[in-house]
């Protein structure tokens, strides 16, 4: 029952609320520590009515959970009682006289009530003795008829099983206080008193006998709690075959073999002292409504609260309890045994469920073995199995441990009517009358334990059922009260009572032994017997019997391992002494277990035979025992050391690298089944590439018996390769003198700290190609100048070496650079000048021209040698600019126009329909002229693709021709050693970052370009205005062209592009036409040419807007024409 209430209660106001205490006759009680204001509720929530819970309140009873409500009777008592009568709740203070009806169930399972007049069922209260009945209480019995249900709806009324009709209990309680209702008749009978019926225990409840560890590392079984514990030799579905087959003598298992932990195993459950607490905890197992015993419990930690019980300092892993540890909080290291008998009725079952260790014996013998450390595991044994017989009693013995703090889990299924152990106690009186001793025996029934832990054993004086049976012989004679054999056994009438007088025994064989059995009548099981020997019969020893067993173990078993255990029985019940010949091998102990003393080898003994000898100190009793010694394939250690070719050897490594093919394989063979261990060697032919070799050495004695052994070599025979950087500027002409018998292969440096750098291709460990950028330092060799020759090498992962010879000269001394033309102090008019200069004598054939800008300006040339000297020289001349920064020629001043040179030129050039000039540039990309603009009059048109190409420098146009240079702005493009012109947007931006100023402000706010290096800061255009007049100065015709389409590969390093304009001849006449295609009549005539130059910005550039135009050179030339054809 739980009691239920709110917080000012003083108790857990939540669901289900405080357990009330079970004080008996159905009454449960709680007590307040203040009684105002209190409101509260009460749950019923025993096992037998869980699906018909009830609240009750003083309100009433309600299967729905109630209000909490208030008790005013407290006002005027401290003691309320509260019970329901009928459909009614009462609340008195005095306690009301209550009567009670006992049932025997008819059920395999707990009854319920119904009670004719009411509704729901009434749970009823089991009581430990007698077994199998149950109590219910009532305060008014008047006109009452019940009658009995299970869970599965059947039930017992007046008509018994299977009838439904209520059972009149009108005036049964007249008088009494208990009526006993019976029903293992067919029909439901009604007694005063208790019938000595009794049927299945509602609860069985067996005393555990507990050991409870410490939670240090003290004890090597148990896990130190919460460290964690794992131990290989555990397995996680058991560890089977810990403890041998059958029992000790002191009922307690015996350690078989070393295993998962079990060092000192004889501890666990008491055999031997240790550091451990031993006390007593009840196991109970509930009857479910299968008629099945069970405990599930999946929190099974039964010693949590024994330090409170018992003060003890060994609470096992839950000595430092974590209210935050949710697992560890918790007791795990204990052990615990329980022992209890049976009568076998032939269809019983047990099942158990949990961890850790679970042996569970029946008649001695092993039949569950669940032994070791691991999850919840389950184990089913079906008892018909076992050989036994129906109606005879025997052992049940259960032994569990819990040893490491992960869970407990305690599930246990059974229908086997457990019953703890009894005794009959026979008290000798001594009887002398005449000079003849007799005996008198007074039969006592004890019960050992009492229920459960229940310490005091009790002791009635008991009936006795007699049983007399010649020793020898199976037949039985029951003796009733009276004397028997003319007075040699006399039975009192109260049957508590025998008296035996072996002077007498008339009627009995002489020189016999007898037994006589004193039985507990309502426990056959229960009894004791007593040997009664006629006038000559001896007092005979029965001998002990070995129950003989041949066992096998592995040569390699270390000493002190148990080989098997023996087991021996004395009917006499005489303490038994263990003994073994020959002791060479094995030795025993006195629990029968045989272990290893020395060394075993199956190659001197395949097997064994012993004597075991068992003394009971007047018998002894012999058996031969069979030791088979299994055999322990031991493969031949075979080692590979190392290997080797010619004077090369390569100690062993998981992989190797070399470079040879041809090899010997060296390994060492060594081991206890190859007869002389020795050195040997292999011969092997490897291929470039992953090798694996392995070494198979058979024993000479026994072919299956072998050793390998294997490594892996890599094969790579292929040397690495080096490439040196070597410098190779473009002056192979220079020094020709100093470098003519130098080698050409040699590298000229100019400083002796140089670190060349070289490409080695080689093959890695992986055998692909990689390529290494080697330093090479020449400062360690102390160079002086000159030519030197440096050996180098290097060696790779397999062994394999590249040899080379750097050829080094060491030159300091810079080239001689001199300008022969132009001078110094030279004057000009034009901003470009034809330049001529040598490098140590030697005329150069490059950077012929310079270009100037007004005023003084300096020309200079410079020089670097293969060594990386430079030499230089300087001059510095003058530009007066009178041409206005633009230069124009006349290739053809004056033009015979032959028919034969127009038709070549037009095969070669085909004509633009209505052409009269055409303008080309020179590109010195492609070196050649390229056109780039043609027209009629003013009309100009740029020619698409540049796709005309011209000779250079004018010499194949047939008309009169201008040649121009012309300077503009840079728009990009890279001189002729490499470097950027400038002229770009990123030169702006470089510009407007050393200023500080925003590319965004640089550029007007318009997005920078997707790549500024190829974007132009400018356009450059040049416009040339060509006027033709008569040698009389008459005007004739006017030519206009805007040419716009110069790029970076149009202009040279000095920013200057060369133009040609060419009038073009007709192709039909092969005259010089005007602007309305007539032709010009004989001159001379004179051309008058105006040439101007401009940029204009693409983009803002500081002060300059974006379409601001720069003018960069104009000139103006005269006296340009041609004269006719002669006739």
Not at 270 to 283: H, I, Q, S
């Amino acid at each position: 029952m739980y009691i239920q209430g709110q917080d000012n209660a003083g108790f857990n106001s939540w669901w289900p609320g405080a357990i009330m205490n079970n004080v008996g006759g159905g009454w449960y009680s709680y007590t307040f520590n203040a009684t105002n204001g209190i409101q509260f509720r009460i749950m019923n929530a025993t096992d037998g009515n869980v699906s018909n819970q009830l609240y009750i309140t003083p309100d009433g009873v309600s299967p729905n959970q109630s209000n909490f409500t208030n008790i005013p009777q407290f006002q005027e008592s401290d003691d309320i009682y509260l019970y329901v009568e009928g459909e009614q709740v009462i609340i008195t203070t005095t306690p009301p006289h209550a009567q009670y009806l006992m049932v025997l169930s008819p059920y395999v399972s707990a009854p319920l009530l119904e009670i004719e007049g009411q509704t729901g069922k009434r749970a009823m209260i089991a009581v430990d003795k007698p077994c199998g009945w149950y109590a219910v209480p009532f305060l008014n019995t008047d006109d009452l008829s019940v009658r009995l249900v299970n869970n599965k709806g059947e039930y017992y009324g007046a008509e018994g099983l299977g009838n439904a009709d209520y059972i009149s209990l009108a005036e049964q309680f007249v008088g009494k206080d208990t009526v006993w209702l019976s029903t293992h008749s067919n029909l439901p009978t009604l007694h005063d008193e208790w019938n000595h019926q009794e049927g299945r225990c509602a609860i069985l409840r067996l005393a555990s006998y507990i050991r409870d560890f410490p939670s240090d590392k003290s004890h090597p079984d148990f896990e130190a709690a919460g460290e964690g514990w794992s131990n290989p030799t555990c397995n996680e579905n058991g560890t089977k075959g810990m403890v041998a087959s059958h029992l000790g003598p002191d009922r307690k298992p015996i350690k078989a073999r070393d295993a998962c932990n079990n060092s000192r195993f004889d501890e666990w459950f008491g055999r031997a002292p240790g550091n451990y607490f031993t006390g007593c905890l009840e196991l109970d197992l509930s009857l479910n409504a299968d008629g099945n015993y069970e405990k599930r419990d999946d929190s099974f930690f039964p010693l949590d609260q024994i330090g409170k019980e018992y003060g003890n300092d060994y609470n096992g892993m839950g000595v430092d309890r974590s209210p935050n540890d949710s697992i560890h909080q918790h007791n795990f290291g204990f052990c615990m045994e329980t022992h209890a008998k049976f009568t076998y009725k032939g269809t019983e079952v047990f099942t158990f469920k949990g961890d850790d260790d679970v042996w569970v014996f029946i008649n001695d013998s092993l039949v569950v073995d669940l032994g070791g450390v691991h999850e919840a595991l389950e184990a089913t044994v079906d008892l018909s199995t076992l050989g036994l017989t129906v109606g005879e009693v025997y052992n049940f013995d259960f032994f569990f441990c819990e040893r490491q703090s992960t869970a407990s889990h305690m599930w246990i299924t059974t229908d086997i009517d457990l019953v703890e152990e009894q005794s009959i106690i026979l008290d000798r009186e001594v009887i002398e009358n005449d000079g003849v001793i007799a005996f008198r025996y007074s039969v006592w029934l004890n019960t050992i334990g009492g229920i459960g832990c229940q310490t005091e054993n009790e002791t009635d004086k008991m009936p006795a059922l007699f049983e007399l049976q010649k020793r020898g012989e199976n037949s039985r004679v029951e003796l009733g009260p009276g004397a028997h054999y003319g007075g040699g056994i006399f039975i009192a009438p109260t049957r508590d009572t025998v008296s035996v007088d072996t002077t007498k025994m008339e009627g009995l064989e002489y020189a016999t032994t007898y037994i006589l059995y004193i039985i507990n009548p309502y426990e056959p099981s229960v009894y004791d017997s007593l040997l009664i020997r006629t006038p000559g019969a001896p007092a005979p020893n029965n001998p002990p019997v070995i129950h003989s067993d041949s066992f096998s173990i592995s040569e390699d078993a270390e000493i002190g391992t148990i080989v098997g255990v023996l087991r021996a029985t004395d009917e006499d019940g005489d303490p038994l002494t263990w003994n073994l010949l020959p002791k060479e091998y094995f030795d025993i102990d006195q629990l029968g277990r045989i272990t290893v003393k020395k060394e075993l080898n199956w190659k001197s003994y395949q097997s064994h035979s012993i004597q075991v000898l068992v003394n009971d100190h007047e018998d002894t009793t012999t058996a031969d025992v069979y030791i088979e010694i299994i055999r322990v394939v031991r493969p031949i250690d075979v080692t590979i050391v190392d290997i080797s070719s010619g004077d090369s050897t390569w100690p062993r490594k998981d992989t190797l690298f070399i470079n040879v093919k041809d090899v010997d394989i060296n390994a060492h063979i060594d081991g206890s089944d190859y007869p002389n261990p020795k050195d040997t060697s292999v011969h092997a032919k490897l291929v470039d590439g992953p090798n694996k070799i392995g070494i198979l050495i058979c024993s000479p004695d026994d072919p299956n018996v072998c050793g390998t052994d294997s490594i892996v070599v890599m094969i790579n025979t292929q040397v690495p390769a080096i490439v040196w950087d070597t410098v190779k500027p473009d002056t192979s002409g220079l020094k020709n003198l100093v470098y003519k018998y130098i080698p050409s292969d040699t590298v000229f440096i100019n400083n002796p700290k140089t670190v060349l750098k070289g490409q080695l291709t080689y093959i890695d460990k992986r055998l692909k190609e990689e390529k290494l950028q080697l330093p090479f330092p020449l400062e360690v060799f102390n160079l002086k100048e000159g030519f030197h020759s440096i050996p180098f090498s290097w060696t790779d992962d397999f062994g394999n070496t590249v040899y080379d010879t750097l050829k080094i000269y060491l030159d300091l001394t810079p080239p001689k650079v001199k300008i022969v033309s132009p001078e110094n102090n030279d004057i000009f008019t034009v901003y470009n000048v034809d330049v001529e200069w040598t490098v140590d004598e030697v005329t150069m054939d490059t950077l012929l021209r310079a270009s100037l800008n007004e005023g003084t300006n300096s020309i200079i040339r410079l020089a670097m040698d293969r060594a990386g000297n430079l030499g230089s020289d300087t001059v510095w001349v003058v530009l007066k600019e009178e041409k206005n920064n633009a230069k124009i020629d006349i290739v053809k001043p004056i033009t015979k126009l032959k028919p034969d040179e127009v038709n070549e030129y037009f095969s070669k050039n085909p004509p633009h329909k209505d052409g009269r000039y055409v303008v080309t540039i020179y590109d010195y990309e492609k070196e050649q002229e390229v056109e780039v603009g043609w027209g009629n009059k003013d009309k100009s048109f740029v020619t698409k693709g540049n796709d005309r190409v011209y000779g250079t420098n004018g010499t194949s146009y047939v008309g009169p021709t201008l040649r121009i240079e012309m300077r503009f702005q840079h728009v990009g493009g890279l001189d002729g050693e490499g470097n950027p012109r400038g002229g770009t947007v990123a030169d702006l931006l470089e510009w407007a970052e050393s200023e500080g100023i925003e590319p965004s402000k640089a550029l007007c706010g318009e997005p920078i370009p997707a790549d500024p290096y190829e974007t132009p800061l400018w356009k450059n255009s040049v416009f040339i205005e060509a006027q033709i007049f008569d040698q009389m100065g008459q005007y004739i015709n006017r030519y206009k062209i805007n040419i716009d389409s110069i790029s970076s590969n149009h202009l040279n390093d000095g920013g200057v592009a060369e133009f040609y304009f060419s009038l073009t001849p007709d192709q039909q006449t092969k005259q010089i036409k005007d602007y309305r295609g007539r032709d010009i009549a004989t001159g001379p005539y004179i051309v008058r040419t105006h040439v101007r130059g401009e940029s204009t910005y693409l983009w803002c550039a500081g002060q300059h807007s974006k379409g601001e135009k720069v003018k960069t050179s104009e000139t103006i030339l005269r006296n340009f024409g041609y004269r006719r054809l002669e006739r």
